[in-house]
């Protein structure tokens, strides 16, 4: 049913002259997603009050809730068309009044991490895009009939979900910044091993991949109050400075069953890493910082290796986030592993000697859909000189694209080796004490790879084509003797 609903919005959305991309229906869909999703909690957590005897107040104000504007209904649960606003009033009532109330959460408390205050970060950060309120009033209609209500219904929501950002990451344009695959995640958090009770942060979170398939990983149906408390309010920490992304993330987390995530709407890069105290740093990093980008000199005054970079910026950042005997798990350009100028020199030469980085993953072409260029991710503990590295190549066999993206069946000999860091044909170790000092250049530099057979020489290529064109002929007469 949830996919027929999902179907059923995009079919709407493309025929809304205000909606233009998988960016916008992305957008749209998590606002009217998280309205509805707000509503149902509202209904639940009212009615676990009166099974204990308390009162409960809602958050929202009667005229803004769900039942009232968008889906009302009949004393006997169908529709009421006629309380239902549609066309231009709809549209005015929701850009007029219900966009400007929900703003007004952000003022009334304090606390980044209640849900009050998102409510109001969430609607001071994106709009309505619909132009049209038939077509509004048609996705209400088919938001409406999706249920929050169980961990199941949760579950199939997520995974539609997961997959529209997927899509959104494919259509270009920015979009692609807000999705890592899955099957590399899963892979990363495998060999990190997250435990209840440690804390795991992103400081570049986006849609909240890593803290999404962190949940998944440590969720189980076994697990006592306390430990379910501890995943839901204390564990999963990120930080996203883009509005879209930062209502992904939220939106992302509560439908894989967090239900007030942890995420704040911020510059990451503004704080001056000197200033983290042992309060703010956690047990665990999982992070794909964005590359490239550049930040302001003012922004790049609070790290001591000044960069252009904005992966090299948020490097230092996580170094420093980690609690010693922390670990870390980083996706950065491969180019960070063997550039000459100060900052890579520097940065590099700093991993080393303040954490040991125990194995480098070097990612194939294609890992990264329209991303253009090749990575690998770092995997390191704080508080520890590196002595020796383990790497692999991970090579699938194929060309990777958007028909034949990566799988966690491509990782499953990186998990199985990494674990005691055996060496193969795609995997081997490097000493530090053998790393160039003037340089700690880490290429990726495979001694064990098969080696490749010898390129014929012109001479050699002539001289078989030669061949085969004679070969050729002498057929040709014995086909024209049978005629």
Request: aromatic share 10%.
């Amino acid at each position: 049913m949830f996919e027929n609903a999902f179907n059923n919005m995009d079919r709407v959305m493309r025929n809304d002259e205000g909606l233009a991309s998988e960016l916008d229906y992305a957008e749209q869909t998590s606002w009217l997603l998280f309205l509805k999703y707000l509503d149902d909690m509202e209904h639940e957590w009212a009615d676990e009050a009166t099974l204990e005897g308390r009162d409960y107040t809602p958050i929202l104000d009667e005229p803004y809730r769900w039942q009232s504007w968008a889906a009302p209904k009949k004393k006997d649960g169908t529709p009421d068309l006629n309380a239902a606003r549609t066309g231009a009033d709809l549209i005015e009532f929701v850009n007029g009044k219900l966009f400007p109330y929900l703003k007004t959460f952000r003022e009334t408390t304090d606390d980044p991490d209640s849900l009050d205050y998102k409510i109001g970060e969430i609607f001071s950060e994106i709009a309505n895009r619909f132009r049209s309120g038939y077509s509004l009033r048609d996705a209400l209609e088919i938001i409406d009939q999706l249920s929050f209500g169980s961990q199941e219904a949760k579950h199939e929501l997520s995974d539609l979900y997961e997959t529209r950002i997927k899509r959104m990451g494919n259509a270009g344009r920015n979009g692609g910044e807000y999705y890592t695959p899955r099957p590399l995640i899963r892979a990363m958090i495998q060999v990190v091993k997250p435990q209840i009770g440690e804390t795991i942060y992103d400081g570049a979170c986006g849609s909240a991949g890593f803290l999404c398939e962190a949940w998944d990983y440590l969720r189980r149906d076994n697990l006592s109050a306390a430990e379910w408390d501890t995943l839901q309010r204390k564990t999963f920490h990120g930080q996203e400075k883009k509005s879209l992304a930062y209502v992904l993330g939220v939106m992302n987390l509560i439908l894989h069953g967090v239900d007030a995530p942890n995420i704040r709407h911020t510059n990451t890069l503004a704080d001056n890493v000197m200033d983290i105290q042992q309060k703010d740093r956690h047990d665990i990093v999982l992070a794909n910082p964005p590359f490239g980008g550049g930040e302001r000199k003012e922004v790049q005054q609070n790290f001591p290796i000044k960069s252009g970079e904005t992966a090299y910026l948020f490097l230092q950042h996580f170094m420093r986030k980690l609690k010693a005997g922390g670990r870390g798990a980083i996706v950065i350009k491969n180019t960070f592993l063997s550039n000459t100028d100060n900052a890579s020199v520097a940065l590099r030469k700093e991993l080393l000697e303040s954490c040991n980085l125990h194995t480098v993953l070097d990612c194939p072409s294609g890992t990264f859909q329209g991303a253009g260029v090749k990575t690998v991710v770092l995997f390191f503990e704080k508080g520890s000189k590196t002595h020796k590295t383990w790497y692999y190549q991970l090579d699938p066999g194929r060309s990777m694209g958007k028909t034949n993206p990566l799988n966690d069946e491509d990782l499953a000999e990186f998990v199985a080796l990494q674990v005691d860091k055996a060496d193969s044909d795609k995997s081997w170790t490097v000493a530090v004490k053998d790393v160039d000092k003037a340089t700690w250049d880490l290429s990726v530099k495979n001694p064990n790879a098969p080696e490749a057979e010898a390129l014929r020489s012109p001479e050699q290529i002539i001289a078989d084509m030669l061949a085969r064109d004679e070969e050729t002929a002498r057929i040709l007469e014995e086909i024209r003797g049978m005629l």
